[in-house]
């Protein structure tokens, strides 16, 4: 089993649609989580932390579910721009940041 | 200002040459790492330094040599590589480098080896 997992895709989506991505993660102790987003040919750029209390920033929304060992990423009223690849990541130990083989949006007109 | 940059955007090189890639960061970042990432794969791990030492070694071979030669400056040394170290190599920096820190990436190095 791998150590951080994600739904490759792609997911193909109208503008204007809600769309949901989870991670599952195998280590019960790790300690941080992050949505990142990575354009073609370019770095990965943080999107957002993920927290036990779930957070928010405009039309995305982030959750960690510790029991079931898994995050969200929920994207409502999809852009065109949002079209990426989105990686989770994930803190298992100390400074070691494992990222997940990345989900790719495509937003269609 | 959540700046970290590289130099150079893209390098080709041979298997017998020397180069090195840069890295800078002025955040004030103590940890600061380098990630090696395929074509449609995530960044995976290479080394971290965290206070200007190196603390992690994902077991990558010694072609590849690492140099911190100050909290803001990273550079990874190439010495007789193969066509399949072609990547694009990433730096990112963080706070501290503990288990909460929040890692930003560097715009990367497009690497080929011919």
């Known amino acids: 089993r791998k150590e951080v997992e994600q739904d490759p895709g792609p997911f193909n989506v109208p503008e204007g649609a809600t769309v949901a991505f989870n991670c599952t993660y195998s280590?019960?102790?790790?300690?941080?989580f992050f949505w990142y987003r990575q354009d073609c040919r370019k770095e990965p750029k943080l999107l957002m932390s993920?927290?036990?209390s779930g957070n928010e920033d405009g039309r995305f929304t982030a959750q960690l579910n510790r029991a079931s060992q898994y995050i969200s990423l929920l994207i409502r009223d999809s852009k065109l721009s949002d079209s990426a690849t989105y990686l989770c990541?994930?803190?298992?130990?100390?400074?070691?940041?494992?990222f997940g083989g990345g989900t790719r949006l495509m937003v269609k007109p | 200002d959540t700046e970290v940059t590289q130099t150079p955007k893209h390098l080709v090189m041979g298997m017998t040459n020397k180069k090195s890639l840069k890295c800078e960061q002025h955040?004030?970042?103590?940890?600061m790492y380098w990630y090696k990432q395929k074509a449609k794969k995530p960044p995976e791990l290479m080394f971290v330094?965290?206070?200007?030492?190196?603390?992690i070694n994902e077991s990558v071979p010694s072609r590849f040599s690492p140099e911190c030669p100050n909290s803001s400056l990273l550079n990874l040394h190439l010495h007789a590589l193969q066509p399949e170290d072609s990547a694009l190599y990433l730096c990112?920096?963080?706070?501290?480098?503990?288990?909460?820190?929040?890692?930003?990436f560097g715009p990367g190095t497009r690497l080929t080896v011919l």
């Open positions: 955040m004030g970042h103590r940890a």
């Open positions: 330094y965290s206070y200007e030492k190196l603390s």
């Open positions: 280590n019960s102790a790790s300690q941080s």
């Open positions: 990112a920096s963080s706070q501290e480098g503990g288990g909460m820190d929040t890692q930003y």
């Open positions: 990541a994930v803190n298992l130990a100390g400074n070691m940041l494992t």
């Open positions: 993920v927290y036990s």
